[in-house]
């Protein structure tokens, strides 16, 4: 049955060359690597260009683009994005939708604020709670889709409706709840990790990149099939040191505008929500790409009646993917009121799904389910974040908002039909 299930995986990583080194090994590998972005085969490259393409016309237009300051608001404007698009991921890899996944967060992350702040709770215990409200709605919506059959576009657009509602109640008048001051909870985004940690997490993060790549190097080789050629394995080692590097000593600068004669407060390091990214990251890609787990969830996506007569429970499956999704929608909610200092009584309402989506979309998840990585959430929420944040400098006046969305959208549109094209070259 295990080999049954393996062929219907369907396999992201470009296949490299035979073992072998030197000059012939690598143009073998790079000719290879060619011929499969030619069928279809694309992975991340689409986005990758993306966000290379808009951040320099961003930094040529505006001097200050890049700079520490602004990249420290790119990074904590895109965290909630790239969380919520996590959890989409696995929801798109079976084809599924969930329109509820922003008014989820909102919701949980006013059962966590008002459990502080109206019941006394300490912020630990009102944080689990509203985890475990968020992945007992996914189980729900999950349950509701694999064993009543009902489409998850209706279930979740109900949800995504009655939610605003419960969350608008929990609120109040007030119209928002504001985090007391000094909570874990608004430290997450609004303070930085110390430099020295933050130089430590680097080199843990590019150490253990490399010995994995090295690992299933010489994994596939004990297994008598072929492998990368090692030059190809120490430059992407060599291209994520140097990007983080730079990112790093970036975020060494202090970037406290406030300070003067009478106050005087640094604001270095990287935020403390980068950890967080990166831990939910590792996480989440070696559940995909590493357990049996993630080969079903790959084997339904690409062919769900194959998979059952393969002996996988498609039902658990489904349900699985709305629990993950659903609780990463409660961190996502979470880290927006930490970037907010506060809930607001709409909450993950307006837009907040469809950037999340678009993310994902524009990372190169396909809508049609089968493919996707949780890069391609990283990767797509930068390029969200560098859109919105970019385009709030270029445009000003009364309808600056509305031309931001419009380009967040075209560029949504463009993704979406990029796929439907790489998925019918992949058919053929």
């Known amino acids: 049955m295990s080999a049954q299930v393996d062929e219907l995986v369907q396999q992201d990583e470009p296949a490299p060359d035979e073992p072998g080194e030197g000059l012939a090994a690598l143009v073998a590998y790079l000719k290879d690597y060619a011929g499969r972005v030619r069928g279809g085969e694309l992975g991340s490259i689409p986005a990758l260009v993306g966000l290379v393409v808009i951040t320099g016309v961003f930094a040529w237009v505006h001097q ?3 700079s520490a300051y602004n990249l420290e608001a790119l990074v904590i404007q895109a965290a909630p994005i790239i969380v919520m698009a996590m959890g989409l991921v696995f929801v798109l890899l079976l084809g599924e939708i969930d329109l509820s996944a922003g008014t989820t967060g909102g919701l949980c992350s006013a059962i966590t604020a008002v459990l502080i702040l109206r019941h006394g709770a300490s912020w630990w215990l009102a944080l689990v709670a509203g985890l475990v409200v968020g ?3 996914g189980f ?3 349950w509701l889709r694999a064993r009543v059959g009902i489409p998850s576009f209706v279930i979740t657009l109900a ?3 009655a939610f605003q509602g419960v969350t608008l109640i929990l609120i109040g008048g007030q119209g928002s709840v504001i985090l007391p001051d000094g909570s874990p909870l608004i430290k997450l985004e609004n303070s930085f990790v110390p430099l020295w940690l933050g130089w430590v997490l680097l080199a843990l993060v590019v150490v253990g990149y490399a010995a994995t790549k090295v690992n299933d190097a010489l994994g596939r080789v004990r297994s008598g099939l072929s492998r990368p050629p090692y030059t190809v394995i120490a430059g992407k ?7 983080g590097a730079a990112f790093t000593y970036e975020m060494g600068v202090n970037r406290n505008v406030s300070t003067n004669a ?3 407060n640094s604001a270095q390091g990287m935020p403390w ?3 967080l990214l990166v831990i939910l990251f590792v996480v989440w890609h070696f559940v995909l790409s590493r357990t ?6 790959y084997a339904v996506g690409g062919n769900e009646e194959a998979s059952r007569r393969a002996g996988i429970v498609v039902s658990r499956i489904r349900i699985s993917v709305f629990v993950i999704c659903s609780g990463m929608a409660a961190v996502s909610g979470v880290v927006a009121a930490s970037l907010l200092q506060s809930v607001q009584s709409n909450a993950g309402a307006g837009n907040t799904l469809l950037l999340a989506v678009g993310a994902a979309v524009i990372g190169g998840t396909s809508l049609f389910g089968g493919h996707g990585r949780i890069i391609d959430a990283v990767l797509g929420g930068l390029v969200v974040a560098v859109i919105i944040n970019g385009m709030s400098d270029l445009i000003q006046g009364a309808n600056s908002a509305g031309y931001e969305w419009v380009v967040t959208g075209a560029v949504l549109l463009l993704a979406a039909g990029f796929d439907a094209v790489v998925r019918r070259a992949r058919a053929t």
């Open 64 to 66: 200050g683009f890049l």
């Open 262 to 264: 009478f106050f005087d």
């Open 140 to 142: 729900g919506m999950g």
């Open 159 to 161: 949800t995504f409706l």
């Open 135 to 137: 992945l007992a709605i």
């Open 292 to 297: 049996r787990y993630g080969r079903h969830l």
């Open 273 to 275: 929500v980068v950890v």
């Open 237 to 243: 080692v060599v291209v994520l040191a140097v990007l």
